[in-house]
Nanobody, 124 residues
């Protein structure tokens, strides 16, 4: 599975940005995709995840109510709509994928495939 993330950039606080992650290669019906983010010197942090088979959505507490994860089955693409952005959202955002599902979806170690990362900078 190959993942291609895009959509990062510089945005002012309070504004919005949408990230995309296109998946190619072999997939299955029971499949998961997620967004993580990382700043220098810190561990990769879970942001949101979607379970492909039933559309279940999961969010971290820090982004719940501001970010929305979605998927387009036909395009094998996942999105992250980020609203009301804050300076603390500044990070490199990575998309991830795995076959099957893990109850520890919030742990980076549970994901098998990773995209290259896209930088999001929230600053005035």
């Amino acid at each position: 599975v190959q993942l291609q993330a895009s959509g990062g950039g510089l945005v002012q606080p309070g504004n919005s940005l949408r990230l995309s992650c296109a998946a190619s290669g072999r997939t299955s019906n029971d499949y998961g995709m997620a967004w993580f983010r990382q700043v220098p010197g810190k561990e990769r942090e879970f942001v949101a995840a979607v379970r492909w088979s039933n559309g279940a959505l999961y969010y971290s507490q820090s982004v719940r109510g501001r970010f929305t994860i979605s998927k387009d089955n036909a395009k094998s693409t996942m999105y992250l709509q980020m609203n009301s952005l804050k300076s603390e959202d500044t990070a490199v955002y990575y998309c991830a994928a795995r076959y099957g599902w893990s109850v520890q979806y919030w742990s980076a170690s549970q994901w098998h495939y990773w995209g290259q990362g896209t930088l999001v900078t929230v600053s005035s």
